[in-house]
């Protein structure tokens, strides 16, 4: 199998993208050199049921929950979070089909990795709903302490009830660090550790996205600024 690599981009704006690509280089020739287009979101269109049909093909009338949580079986007890355990029971995603086949698999911050999956001869780092930093968020457990010699201390999410009370310049800085590391982490799997399959999320579009349409008016300065670095970065991964 030839090496494959995935990079969600969550909450990026496609109509932001066309008005900026020729400030996109990287971006502006994957569309040229590859496949480019509009795709139907999930019904509802909510980012944990997309995120899990991404990862297994099937929609969310094959695993049961509409967002961040769901009831089980017919209750109508207090709702469940839609993590890790759950999804596996119902859904066989890509990265354990892959391990099935004997393929050396790993994902970072791919949304609804909470716990983090135990892939067989793989690795992976858990997303954005991992309760805290100091929980044990990789698999295996002894990655933990691989990745802090490779980026530092790892950022898993930034708070909401921080980043959206920032200012601009530092969320940019502490986007730019998340971001920074995963990228980092995702050059050390294929260079390092190789991996036949890395699935990388990256959840910067989506909280700079947040807190730019949480003002009065839409920071666009603050959005090319950080689609512009964003390019740059996916020019990298793609050279490594």
């Given at each position: 199998?030839?090496r494959?690599?995935?990079?969600?981009?969550d909450?990026?704006n496609?109509?932001?993208?066309?008005?900026?690509?020729?400030?996109?280089?990287?971006l502006?020739?994957?569309q040229?050199?590859?496949?480019?287009?509009e795709i139907?979101s999930t019904?509802?269109?909510?980012?944990?049921?997309?995120?899990?049909?991404?990862?297994?093909s099937?929609?969310?009338?094959?695993?049961?929950f509409?967002?961040?949580?769901?009831?089980?079986?017919?209750?109508?007890?207090?709702?469940?979070?839609?993590?890790?355990?759950?999804k596996?029971?119902?859904?066989e995603?890509?990265?354990?089909?892959?391990?099935?086949f004997?393929q050396?698999?790993?994902?970072?911050s791919l949304?609804?990795?909470w716990?983090?999956?135990?892939?067989?001869?793989?690795y992976?780092v858990?997303?954005?709903?991992?309760?805290?930093?100091?929980?044990?968020?990789?698999w295996?457990t002894?990655?933990k302490?691989?990745?802090?010699?490779?980026v530092?201390?790892y950022?898993?999410?930034?708070?909401?009830?921080?980043?959206?009370?920032?200012?601009?310049?530092?969320?940019?800085n502490?986007?730019?660090?998340?971001?920074?590391?995963r990228?980092?982490?995702?050059k050390y799997?294929?260079?390092?550790?190789?991996?036949?399959?890395?699935?990388?999320?990256?959840?910067?579009?989506?909280?700079?996205?947040h807190?730019c349409?949480?003002?009065?008016?839409?920071?666009?300065e603050?959005?090319?600024e950080?689609?512009?670095?964003?390019?740059a970065?996916i020019g990298?991964v793609?050279?490594?």
């Amino acid at each position: 199998m030839a090496r494959m690599l995935i990079v969600g981009l969550d909450g990026l704006n496609p109509e932001l993208i066309r008005d900026w690509l020729d400030d996109l280089p990287n971006l502006k020739r994957m569309q040229q050199e590859g496949i480019w287009g509009e795709i139907e979101s999930t019904i509802p269109p909510h980012p944990v049921p997309a995120w899990v049909s991404a990862q297994s093909s099937r929609n969310p009338g094959a695993f049961g929950f509409w967002s961040l949580r769901y009831r089980d079986e017919f209750y109508y007890d207090l709702p469940k979070v839609a993590d890790c355990t759950i999804k596996e029971k119902r859904v066989e995603p890509l990265y354990k089909i892959l391990a099935r086949f004997g393929q050396k698999v790993a994902v970072i911050s791919l949304p609804t990795t909470w716990p983090p999956p135990k892939i067989p001869g793989g690795y992976s780092v858990s997303c954005y709903m991992t309760p805290q930093e100091d929980t044990n968020f990789t698999w295996p457990t002894s990655f933990k302490d691989e990745i802090e010699k490779v980026v530092g201390k790892y950022i898993i999410d930034l708070q909401a009830k921080d980043y959206l009370q920032m200012n601009r310049q530092k969320l940019l800085n502490d986007i730019h660090i998340m971001d920074s590391q995963r990228c980092a982490l995702l050059k050390y799997l294929i260079s390092k550790k190789q991996c036949d399959f890395v699935w990388l999320v990256l959840t910067g579009p989506d909280r700079i996205g947040h807190f730019c349409l949480n003002k009065t008016s839409v920071d666009k300065e603050l959005l090319h600024e950080y689609y512009s670095w964003l390019d740059a970065q996916i020019g990298e991964v793609c050279a490594a």
